[in-house]
């Protein structure tokens, strides 16, 4: 078997999603002994990724990939499929991907299993992705070829095999008739701090209270120098910009450690945030279904425990 993972970029560094993702490649390998290619788009992430166990790393050296366009990505990616056959590419499940990996689905007409969460072997290789809001979980079986992206936190960039391996440059000519020209970057929150890719995020759910509340909360995420994340009733109710919401119709995030703050942990919820490392929650209500996820779970009033959290800090 042969896997190709596309490391996505911004600014000279690896997206974090896309990282975790060539560690379920690298377990992939483990099990069945395939080969794992890793392309980009940026020669200094190629220098880095050549410290990872790969098979190599190959690097797209045209300036039409400097910036995203869906389209010159799909043709990159088409003509490399081309000429290295693989079985499997493998993807982080990021907005460049929900938006652009559809378009090469079609073109190389190749499944795509989209935001998978695990791989299984019974021996034979299985994905596993939640649906139905996370309710039920699906086991798919591919048919030798396909396409495959997994959800932020499924895998830790941390467990990434080193070792070395050769980047091999190439250039492909992209010439086309753009039908689709981006705009400015989109930032996804209003600092312009993407919480997918957050080490520290203090989550604020309904049980502040009332917006005034919310400064308290920012102060203690200004002492762990984290993001702050907010579940949907704060952001319907206005308090946060949506933006900062996390959950399922919000952003996954996957950070070291996520500080909850007055969230019951409704599903809806948890699928956003149940990737973090560590996860430290306050609640009033012993029976919150936070607690069942959380490492450190702080049963009391949040209006009692953070001044005195504050202070210590
Ligand atoms: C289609 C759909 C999509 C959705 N998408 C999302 C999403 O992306 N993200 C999301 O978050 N939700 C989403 N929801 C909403 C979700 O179902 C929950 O309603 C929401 O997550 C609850 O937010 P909460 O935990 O802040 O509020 P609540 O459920 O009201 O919980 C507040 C918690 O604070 C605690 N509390 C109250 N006062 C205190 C105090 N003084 N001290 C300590 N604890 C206190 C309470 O015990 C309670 O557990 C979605 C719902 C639907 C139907």
Redesign the pocket.
Known sequence: MKILCFIQTLDGNANNNSLESLCAAQEISKNNGAEVHAVVFDKSVADKLSGYQLNSVIYVNNEELNNYNPEYYLKALEMLNNDLNPNLLIFGHSYETRDWVPRLSARLDKAFVSDCTKIIFEPELYFIRPIY?AKLNEKIKLNGQGIVSFQAGSYSSDNISSGSCNVNEVSFDLSLNLTVRPGKRFKDSADGVDLSNAEVIVSI?????KVENIDMVKSLAEKLNAQIG?????VDAGWLDHSY??????QTVSPKLYFSV????????LV?MKGAKSIIA????PN?P?FEISDYAVL????E?LPKLLEEL
Do not use: E, L, M
């Not at 759910?205 to 209270?209: A, H, K, N, Q």
């Not at 907010?230 to 704060?234: L, T």
């Not at 009391?300 to 209006?303: E, W």
């Open positions: 809001q759910g309904r049980g502040v209270g907010a579940s949907r009733p704060v919401q996390i959950g399922s119709s919000g007055g969230i019951s942990g409704a599903i809806q919820h956003g306050i609640n009033k209500d919150a936070i009391g009033d949040i209006f425990i």
